[in-house]
């Protein structure tokens, strides 16, 4: 039903900026919750920020909360986490997941929530 490919990782300067990218395949995906997660090495995975079907409502998680921004174009089929002021603990495997709920589905920092997941991109921050 929708099948998810992020894009945009890579190595980037402590300080520095990247966006991640988040493809999806399916006209259903524009009414899925959408949700950003991060897996670091030897560290169980972590949520870092969700963004309901409008693009209305947005939830992150505090250790990133004012340096990066979840968003969506829905026209696109796409999702982004725009990721500002980079810092070495940042660096990990960036997932991006959709909730597979019709319209009403609530924000979530839960990876139990969501039923489809990309197959993650790799984002390095240099000290």
């Known amino acids: 039903q929708v099948q998810l490919v992020e894009s945009g990782g890579g190595l980037v300067q402590a300080g520095g900026s990247l966006r991640v990218s988040c493809a999806a395949s399916g006209r259903t995906f524009r009414t899925y919750t959408m949700g950003w997660f991060r897996q670091a090495p030897g560290k169980e995975r972590e949520f870092v920020a969700a963004?309901?079907?409008?693009?209305?409502?947005?939830s992150y998680a505090n250790s990133v909360k004012g340096r990066f921004t979840i968003s969506r174009d829905n026209a696109k089929n796409t999702g982004y986490l725009q990721m500002n002021s980079l810092k070495p603990e940042d660096t990990a495997v960036y997932y991006c997941a959709a909730d597979g709920v019709y319209y009403g589905g609530r924000l979530s920092d839960s990876s139990a929530a969501y039923v489809y997941w990309g197959q993650g991109t790799q984002v390095t921050v240099s000290s």
């Open positions: 963004i309901n079907w409008s693009g209305s409502s947005t």
